[in-house]
Nanobody, 113 residues
Framework: VQLQASGGGSVQPGGSLILSCAASGFMFRYNTLDWYRQAPGKERELVGSITSGGNTNYEDSVKGRFTISRDNVRKTMSLQMNSLKPEDTAVYYC????????WGPGTLVTVSS
């Protein structure tokens, strides 16, 4: 299994970013995938998930601002982040649970004026 997040960067408050997770090594279309994030000095937290059927759920602080989607042909998962806040600053990771936890290298998102 390989997961690779990309698309991070620096953005001003109120701005937008799209993160992408490229996946390989497993049956992508049949699995739930997640986005997690870890802010400086804090524990890693679940941002949201997308099931094989495309159903999504989100952590309360990102509801209405973040949208997770997936492309089963390209084997990618995306995280559209709008109305970004300084508290969204974190390293973002894509995650899969398939017999064990799989993590890819994270991508840093910095929200600052």
């Amino acid at each position: 299994v390989q997961l690779q997040a990309s698309g991070g960067g620096s953005v001003q408050p109120g701005g937008s970013l799209i993160l992408s997770c490229a996946a390989s090594g497993f049956m992508f279309r049949y699995n739930t995938l997640d986005w997690y994030r870890q802010a400086p000095g804090k524990e890693r937290e679940l941002v949201g998930s997308i099931t094989s059927g495309g159903n999504t759920n989100y952590e309360d602080s990102v509801k209405g601002r973040f949208t997770i989607s997936r492309d089963n042909v390209r084997k990618t998962m995306s995280l559209q982040m709008n109305s970004l806040k300084p508290e969204d600053t974190a390293v973002y990771y894509c995650h899969l649970y398939l017999r064990r936890d799989w993590w890819g290298p994270g991508t840093l998102v910095t929200v600052s004026s």
